[in-house]
């Protein structure tokens, strides 16, 4: 079936360091959608990319979508401690069938 | 600014018990979701049900496990005769076709 593998699964950084999340895909994709969970918190969704190549920019976060369609990548610049969290992507194949998370990346930042 | 809403929020059963997990969606939304996620885990995608009708169950157990969405209230997720392995966190989402919103999860403890 469908995986979708995320590296790293730890990552820490010094406040201000950037940090970038990669998440692959075994198979194409229709679209990868990327949430966040805060320790103890529920999944915030945060983006949805369609387009072949896409990148798409909130504040400091830039998500880019592969020309495949089978890799993803988040990128945060200049981390902020508000940052810590787990960041998930998760492929979907087709409009019936389910989302498929990565593992995550667990981020934290250093004050 | 009703989201998606889950209770209880913590559950504590003894072995053998049922646990019964409710989930009501956002409003104007009708597919809803279940995943269970362990300690330092990811999400894994169990059941996608639309109202009074269960889409996708590839991946719920076949025993103990059952889910519905009736027509009216909320969607149920039944584990029946709990074993100290289905202690998890079981989150519901909500989606009208891009993204998924999460509730706050429920945390089982199996004692």
């Known amino acids: 079936g469908q995986q979708v593998m995320q590296i790293p699964q730890y990552q820490h950084v010094q406040e201000g360091e950037d940090f970038t999340t990669y998440c692959n895909s075994s198979?194409?994709?229709?679209?990868i959608q990327w949430y966040k969970q805060r320790p103890g918190g529920h999944p915030v969704f945060l983006i949805q990319?369609?387009?072949?190549?896409e990148v798409k920019k909130q504040k400091r976060l830039t998500f880019q979508f592969g020309e495949a369609k089978k890799n993803s990548s988040l990128h945060i610049t200049a981390t902020q401690t508000t940052d810590v969290g787990t960041y998930f992507c998760?492929?979907?194949?087709?409009?019936?069938?389910?989302?498929?998370f990565g593992k995550g990346t667990r981020l934290s930042v250093i004050a | 600014n009703a989201g998606v809403m889950q209770n209880p929020r913590h559950l504590v059963r003894r072995r053998g018990q049922e646990a019964r997990l409710r989930c009501s969606p956002m409003?104007?939304?009708?597919?809803v979701y279940w995943y269970r996620q362990l300690p330092e885990e990811g999400l894994k995608f169990m059941v996608y049900?639309?109202?009074?009708?269960?889409?996708?169950e590839s991946g719920m157990p076949k025993e103990r496990f059952s889910a519905e969405f009736p027509k009216e209230g909320p969607s149920i997720l039944r584990i029946q005769q709990v074993v100290r392995g289905d202690s998890a966190a079981y989150f519901c989402?909500?989606?009208?076709?891009?993204?998924?919103?999460f509730g706050a999860g429920t945390r089982l403890s199996v004692l």
């Open positions: 989402a909500s989606s009208r076709g891009r993204g998924q919103y």
């Open positions: 198979t194409t994709l229709s679209n």
């Open positions: 990319l369609v387009k072949s190549g």
């Open positions: 998760a492929g979907l194949n087709s409009g019936n069938t389910p989302l498929v």
């Open positions: 409003k104007g939304h009708s597919h």
């Open positions: 049900l639309q109202k009074e009708n269960i889409i996708d």
